[in-house]
């Protein structure tokens, strides 16, 4: 039988998981520490790759907002989109009592794309990928959205042996960093996979980087090994 696909690009059971805990979503010792935890990091990348201060950063699939916020506190101008209606509603409570201005929006990649072709000058898509039934689909708009020379940024995890053990089974059964069933590994993007979609979408690759956790010290780091998390650093050329 043929599958029908869902023009929005939604997996209910995915969105559902961040709507039951988005009323946690800022406790840094709760359900999601992990964000907290790795949002230094994910913003050092970000920022020694491209510049922040006055410009358009769109944050896709953006949650109740760690990053969205950080960003705008480097004084980025940032709009937050997520299919999300309770993590957005965090994102907007918190942003009242941070300050940190951010345009939080309910729409899916794919129809800004449509909307506002090459309004960012730069595009962070972290930890969604592995959500999404066609991740593809969100790394073209991305590529759509991000205005020639600008920067787009990913994060996810990756999908193998390793990451099986230490994403799923370490992560949520041993040391209880995530909530079981936070991820399903069928859903994990390999780097090649996500390389050839960023190509796809007329993207240069330009680093992929590996985000760690060690649980002796229970400190992120990031270094080359990309077996589980990691990050990826692409930009539209000016011509293609
Ligand atoms: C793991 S959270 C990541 C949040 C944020 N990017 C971060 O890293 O701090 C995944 C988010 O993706 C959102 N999401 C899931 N499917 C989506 C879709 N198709 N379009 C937009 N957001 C989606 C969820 O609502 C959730 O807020």
């Not at 869902?6 to 059971?13: K, M, S, V, Y």
């Not at 800004?112 to 960012?120: M, S």
């Not at 999404?132 to 999908?159: E, H, K, Q, W, Y």
Request: net charge positive; aromatic share 8%.
């Amino acid at each position: 039988m043929k599958q029908v696909e869902d023009p929005l690009n939604l997996d209910e059971r995915e969105l559902d998981k961040f709507e039951r805990v988005a009323d946690r979503w800022w406790d840094r010792n709760g359900v999601l520490k992990s964000l907290h935890d790795i949002n230094p990091l994910r913003l050092g990348y970000i920022r020694e790759r491209t510049r922040l201060r006055g410009v358009r950063v769109l944050d896709v699939g953006c949650g109740g907002g760690i990053l969205s916020e950080a960003l705008a506190a480097e004084g980025a101008r940032v709009t937050g989109i997520d299919m999300g209606e309770a993590p957005l509603m965090a994102a907007r409570r918190h942003m009242v009592l941070s300050g940190h201005a951010v345009d939080y929006r309910r729409t899916t990649v794919e129809a800004l794309a449509d909307a506002a072709p090459a309004a960012f000058d730069v595009v962070t898509c972290m930890e969604l990928l592995e959500h999404v039934p066609r991740p593809a689909s969100i790394v073209a708009a991305c590529g759509r959205l991000v205005r020639p020379g600008g920067d787009v940024f990913f994060a996810t995890i990756n999908r193998n042996l390793k990451s099986f053990v230490f994403a799923i089974v370490g992560a949520e059964y041993v040391l209880r960093l995530l909530e079981r069933g936070s991820h399903s590994f069928r859903m994990f993007v390999r780097p090649g996979e996500l390389t050839q979609w960023a190509e796809s979408a007329g993207l240069d690759v330009r680093n992929v980087a590996g985000l760690q956790y060690n649980p002796f010290s229970r400190r992120y780091f990031l270094n080359n090994n990309t077996r589980v998390n990691y990050l990826m650093h692409a930009r539209r050329p000016h011509r293609r």
